[in-house]
């Protein structure tokens, strides 16, 4: 059975990642590695810890990350992602605590090469925040990218404009470093970005759906998706709908087969005026080994409806 790890910076769209790979039998979440982003690191474990609860799944463990980007020390979250996540990161539902605590025999970084070691090729790696938590796994252990199964990182745009500036998308511009040293690495990763994700689009009749399933778990979910909804009906009213980022990333690490990808060696812009841009790197165009694929297409109603079914079958069985 593949094994899966998320690494989150969980808001919104990263609790629906949780929860379309705890609905999905024919893998096994085995750690969430928490990190910064649309919260603070320590908000972001409560988020982990509460809706795995929730959810019905206590026994996934949660992993203290990085706080911060690679070339900084310190991080505040942006009123953009606040007005996007709500200040809680989960829509300003309010749900319990969890009564468990982070893991304290390791953090992310251990936790990651670990798994790596233990699950070799049957472990798959799915960042959708920065690419922080990887990326200093990989300089503490760099034999890790040939030992890995697949890295799947919700992040980027080569086809589309970015969403934080004309070429930047979010979790990139967060730490361009961090994502270029992944890049750069030779480990296996599919980059599913807003290529893709923005034609994966959630309705307030699709949360409908499991509100009326009636479960505390199904009305948290369909509570915080139509604040989410909400929220992009100021910032991008042409879709009508949410874009589902993180859980396009999950379920590709679940089924690869869902999208169409181009294979090409990227990097990361470091520098101003564009930094942050994920882009093909031209010194190695013509390598043989192309070791990322990008997204650039998706099977959206087949997506969509693996989304809605999975999820609303955690949501019911969580009592």
Known sequence: MKKIILDLDTGIDDTLAISY????????????TSTYGNVLLDQG???D?????????????????????LETDSFAVSDISAFIHGKNGIGDVDIPDSPRKVENDMNAVDFII?????????LTFVPTGPETNIAKALQKAPEI?????????????????????????????????ACDILFRSGAPVTMVGLDVTLQTLMTYKDSEQWRRIGTPAAKFLADMVDFYIKAYETTSP?????????????????????????????????????????????????????????????DKE???????????????AAK
């Open 21 to 32: 790979i705890l609905g999905s039998p024919e893998v096994e979440l085995i750690g969430i």
């Open 45 to 47: 474990i409560r988020n």
């Open 114 to 122: 670990a798994s790596v070691k233990k699950y070799g090729k049957d």
């Open 145 to 177: 990218k040939d030992e890995i199964g697949n890295i799947v990182i919700m992040g980027g745009a080569l086809t589309v404009c970015g969403n934080v500036s004309p070429w930047a998308e979010a979790n990139i511009s967060q730490d361009p470093e």
């Open 238 to 298: 042409h879709l009508g709908g949410c874009g589902l980022h993180d859980p396009l990333a999950a379920a590709v690490a679940v089924d690869p087969t869902l999208i169409t990808t181009l294979p090409i060696n990227m990097q990361v812009d470091t520098e101003e005026p564009t930094r942050g841009r994920t882009i093909g790197d031209n010194a190695r165009l013509n390598d043989p080994a192309k070791t990322v694929k990008v997204a650039v297409g998706v």
């Open 49 to 69: 810890l509460a809706v795995t609860d929730l959810l019905g799944h206590p026994e996934v463990p949660v992993y203290r990350g990085e706080p911060h980007s």
């Open 302 to 316: 087949r997506f969509l409806n693996e989304f809605m079914t999975r999820i609303g079958n955690v949501a019911a």
